[in-house]
């Protein structure tokens, strides 16, 4: 019965979502904002049945004894809900369904919220419409099976289980951003009061991506034993992005509502954070494209998701089309000036996604035209990987970088350099010291050098900036600063410890395998590793070999376990690697196979990451920034918050009256 509940849960989470898009986009009032809490409410009811499903081992539900197994512990029967096509596909439609009940919960009452709503109902309808008719998670096994098939083994991580929350939560949350956008363009009012409204959500929605991006970086590194945080994978680029164009976004929001200007243009990222989420969806479910990281595979369901993405994407654009031309121009600035810097860090974010859309689908165009005829199989064979994305993009975002210090310290209209550059000087040297300094510790790479001095760049600008706020024997102002100042200094500071430590990590990063007795030695980089030997392990659900190597650095030894894991059920196997951490880095070791002509031989992979912490770390700082900025903005007005608008407008009493801010 608990199936069949959930299958009517949501039912009624889909007429609720059609009577929230029809009333709306409409009437309005009161019942809309009922209808869309409704709608959330029996998308939460519908998930928290599956996951019953899941937890009890009903096998009688054809997803459950698809990707369920009485062996599987307990945090993964949970995370098994949404670690397939059609649990992540409910999950997927609680999270839209629950951006239209928080705005009806929390947004102010008038026609920007009814609209919003009722556009975001419209989106909810069509993706329960795809979830009950298309690929139901609810659909009985007339011959239930005495135990399942089990979850992929590699989706069995902690990382896994949070990651796409997470990234839901972003993902499916620009889409919320478009339908504000769309209520504005219907209401013919995208203007400051608009803007001012809908950064909360964009804020939202982008520091909740950029957490769910991280959790994925994060299990790729340790889980699939390569050893990488970032292959350029079609799927992790379809979350990408949309974060781009969502960080273009929530910049170009500050312009519209401080100043009323790039409204046409605000709405236009909006349009588009919403139109890639929409392709990412179609990547990940349609089958495509191959990945570990894709749910989907059946044509059937991508012909249909192709025909829904040209529907939405199409009215999207169509109605931007329409309303655009009528949008006002706000006043006019000079190029140098903290409006100019942010048009900069719009065409400088815009033009990255554009190349990591062209990198992303042309190898799947060329592959469709060969399947066709149409080109030679040699010419559709053509694959993009890393080299291209180092190539284009690392410049193409380098540059913007070297402006971020500059922007955030510019004033409204129209700014001064020779007084920003003075403030700057010191970090000017120290990023060039650094620079140097990387150079000729890790073998005089030019990459290695400009990135780092980009990296130390922005972390030096965004110190000198918040010193150049506080003043003078201001070192009390310095903890009262607004939050503002410290979301978005803490997220400039993240991207430049992200730049370094991606930087020296990929630069610098070493790797060898070793074949090894029991008793043998291997030394790398002032390590000393010393193969014990391998044995058998039963764990809850897996048998594994545990290899014990005894690592040996600076006088200080410790055992550490690396393991390969058999799962018996999914009959595959997986890498569990050790890690063993320092200040400077990591080392990763994994154990390979054995060697076939070396009786008691054992191949042992060892490699070392440096900084790779800081890859991770400046994720979670850039994501606290845009947390941070959020709790700003939805404050309670008070005196402290006119000094935070000051601040963040650059005119405030913390600058000094003899430096432009």
Excluded at 114 to 119: C, L, S
């Amino acid at each position: 019965m608990i199936a069949e509940l959930g299958h009517l849960l949501a039912f009624l989470a889909l007429a609720a979502a059609a009577g929230q898009s029809v009333l709306g986009l409409t009437t309005g009032g009161e019942t809309v904002r009922r209808l869309a809490v409704a709608s959330g409410m029996f998308s939460l009811l519908a998930m928290i049945t599956l996951i019953i499903c899941f937890v009890r081992l009903d096998f009688s539900v054809a997803l459950v004894a698809e990707n369920s197994h009485t062996l599987k512990p307990l945090i993964y029967r949970i995370a098994g809900a949404w670690g397939n096509h059609e649990g992540s596909m409910l999950l997927w439609c609680l999270v839209m369904a629950g951006y239209g009940a928080a705005a009806g919960l929390f947004m102010q009452p008038g026609k920007l919220r009814d609209r919003a709503i009722g556009v975001q109902g419209l989106l909810t309808t069509a993706s329960f419409a795809y979830l009950l008719f298309v690929s139901s998670p609810f659909t009985r096994l007339i011959d239930a099976p005495f135990d399942g098939g089990g979850m992929n083994p590699l989706l069995q991580d902690p990382a896994v289980a949070l990651h796409p929350p997470m990234l839901y939560l972003g993902y499916v949350g620009m889409s919320f951003v478009f339908s504000l956008a769309a209520s504005g363009l219907i209401n013919g009012q995208i203007d400051r009061e608009w803007a001012k409204r809908t950064r909360p959500w964009a804020l939202f929605a982008w520091s909740a991506l950029t957490i769910g991006i991280a959790l994925g970086a994060i299990w790729a590194y340790y889980e699939l034993g390569w050893g990488g945080w970032w292959f350029w994978d079609p799927v992790e680029n379809a979350s990408f992005m949309p974060w781009l164009v969502g960080a273009a976004l929530i910049h170009s929001l500050i312009v519209t509502e401080k100043r009323g200007g790039m409204s046409a243009w605000t709405v236009f990222l909006a349009v588009l954070a919403f139109v890639l989420a929409l392709l990412g969806t179609f990547l990940v479910r349609s089958g495509v494209m191959t990945s570990v990281h894709a749910f989907a595979t059946d044509p059937t369901r991508g012909i249909v998701l192709l025909v829904g993405l040209g529907l939405a994407g199409g009215a999207a654009l169509a109605l931007f089309a329409w309303r655009a031309p009528t949008l006002k121009p706000g006043p006019e600035f000079d190029p140098v000036s903290r409006e100019g810097a942010l048009v900069l860090n719009n065409l400088f974010l815009s033009v990255a996604a554009a190349l990591v859309l062209v990198g992303t689908v042309t190898p799947m165009i060329l592959q469709w035209l060969g399947d066709t005829g149409m080109i030679s199989s040699e010419a559709a064979s053509l694959s993009i990987g890393e080299p291209y994305f180092q190539l284009t993009l690392a410049p193409m975002v380098a540059i913007l970088l070297l402006f971020m210090p500059l922007a955030q310290a510019a004033t409204w209209r129209k700014a001064e350099v020779s007084p920003l550059m003075k403030w700057l000087a010191p970090a000017a040297v120290a990023a060039v010291v650094a620079a140097l300094v990387a150079m000729a510790m890790g073998g005089w790479g030019l990459w290695l050098g400009f990135g780092v001095l980009v990296g130390v760049w922005v972390v030096f600008g965004v110190g000198f900036d918040v010193m150049r706020r506080v003043g003078p024997g201001g070192a009390g102002r310095f903890f009262r600063m607004p939050l503002t100042v410290w979301g978005m200094a803490i997220a400039h500071l993240g991207i430049g410890i992200f730049v370094i430590g991606a930087t020296v990590e990929t630069a610098t990063r070493t790797e060898r395998t070793f074949p090894l007795k029991p008793g043998e030695i291997a030394e790398m980089g002032g390590w000393t590793y010393e193969f014990l030997g391998v044995s058998p392990v039963d764990g809850p659900n897996y048998t594994a070999l545990r290899a014990d190597i005894k690592v040996t650095h600076g006088g200080s030894t410790e055992i550490i376990q690396p393991e390969t894991r058999s799962f018996p059920v999914a009959r595959t196997s997986t890498t569990e690697v050790a890690i063993r951490k320092t200040l400077t880095g990591d080392v990763y070791v994994a154990l390979g196979d054995q060697v076939r002509d070396v009786p008691g031989s054992w191949r042992i992979r060892i490699a070392q990451h440096p900084l790779i912490d800081w890859v991770f770390g400046g994720a979670g700082l850039i994501a606290i920034g845009g947390f941070l900025s959020l709790a700003a903005r939805v404050r309670r007005r008070s005196p402290a918050h006119a000094a935070d608008t000051e601040a963040t407008t650059g005119q405030g009493p913390a600058v000094p009256a003899s430096t432009p801010a």
